[in-house]
């Protein structure tokens, strides 16, 4: 797996029992500075692969482009070391005649973490990227039981992960037929977002109406953000979303579904697309004539669903 992973010795120490040396498998982390046009735009904390992936992804995430003919190339540059010898670390974007080169503010002015995809923003408003895709009007219906089987799918997959224990990932699923399109890893959740979003600009798939994006951790403001800059219409996750997260999903018609564990799921904004064939029908016929008063502090806008089986 090449950079991806590297091997270091450590001492397992059980209480009770004598020291163990071995050596282990750590996930790598390097930076990789991104350029557009020769001019630095962000240099972001990453592990190494996929990194064309991940430097068109983040340009969409940033606003930079929307589609994949916006895109020119993308190459190594040589890194800046004494000897001049390139290090894979610097990537040099070339972006299509028509596209405008990115906005002096977005330049980040100091490292993105890899747990950051914010961090070096210059102001508060720019941390609000319009889209140019809307996922409001997506007609897409998931039966919650496929929506289930998305996580230990998701969790088969992660190669580095078995190897490491350290790794993110993120995949896009087709939200009617199933079907695992793409997954990435990172040590970083929103570089195996970016990612994943980068795979489809080259693939030039934008924007990605009918598909889910199912991710290891929780659902984060950032990763809402880059769902919508993909033209995603439903952000899942095995933890929790952060309240930003639910309200921007809720602001521009996006569904997220937390806490996907088994059978059961929290769907925190639009639950009118997660519904079993027929369950609109059967749901309208049984709603009661009022709802009562809550009996838990849960906002009103939180669906929990639990599922009996995944068939």
């Known amino acids: 797996m090449g950079r991806i992973t590297a091997r ?3 001492t397992r ?3 009770g029992s004598a020291p163990q040396r071995r050596e282990d498998v750590l996930a790598v982390e390097e930076p990789l500075e991104i350029r557009v046009r020769g001019k630095s735009l962000a240099i972001t904390m990453r592990t190494p692969g996929h990194d064309y992936d991940l430097a068109a992804g983040f340009l969409v995430s940033e606003g930079v482009i929307s589609h994949g003919h916006d895109l020119g190339a993308i190459r190594y540059c040589a890194g800046a070391t004494e000897e001049g010898l390139n290090t894979y670390n610097v990537l040099d974007v070339t972006l299509a005649p028509w596209v405008a080169a990115p906005d002096p503010s977005l330049e980040r002015n100091f490292f993105t973490t890899s747990s950051c995809g914010l961090c070096g923003k210059a102001s508060i408003d720019a941390v609000r990227t319009r889209s140019a895709h809307e996922v409001a009007g997506d007609p897409l219906r998931i039966d919650p039981a496929l ?3 998305f996580p230990d799918r998701l969790r088969e997959q992660q190669a580095v992960f078995d ?7 993120a995949a896009l699923f087709d939200g009617a037929t199933g079907e695992l399109l793409v997954l990435r890893e990172d ?7 970016d990612k994943v979003v980068g795979w ?3 693939e030039d798939r934008l924007p990605l109406t009918g598909t889910v994006l199912m991710v290891s951790g929780r659902a984060s403001f950032e990763l809402t953000q880059k769902a919508s800059m993909a033209g ?3 952000l899942a996750a095995v933890s929790a979303p952060s309240s930003l997260a639910v309200d921007l999903a809720s602001e521009i018609g996006m569904t997220v579904v937390g806490f996907l564990r088994g059978p059961s799921m929290v769907i925190y904004s639009g ?8 369950q609109d029908e059967r749901m309208a016929a049984v709603a009661p004539a009022a709802t009562p008063e809550p009996t838990t502090s849960a906002p009103a806008h939180v669906h929990e669903l639990e599922i009996a089986s995944r068939s």
Request: hydrophobic share 50%; charged share 20%; glycine share 8%.
């Open 8 to 10: 270091r010795r450590i």
């Open 13 to 15: 120490l059980t209480v």
């Open 147 to 149: 929506l289930a089987s």
């Open 163 to 169: 190897k490491t224990g350290g790794l993110h990932a």
């Open 187 to 193: 040590v970083g959740r929103h570089n195996a977002v």
């Open 200 to 202: 489809a600009v080259k």
């Open 232 to 234: 995603i219409p439903v």
């Open 271 to 278: 639950a009118e697309r997660i519904a079993a064939p027929h």
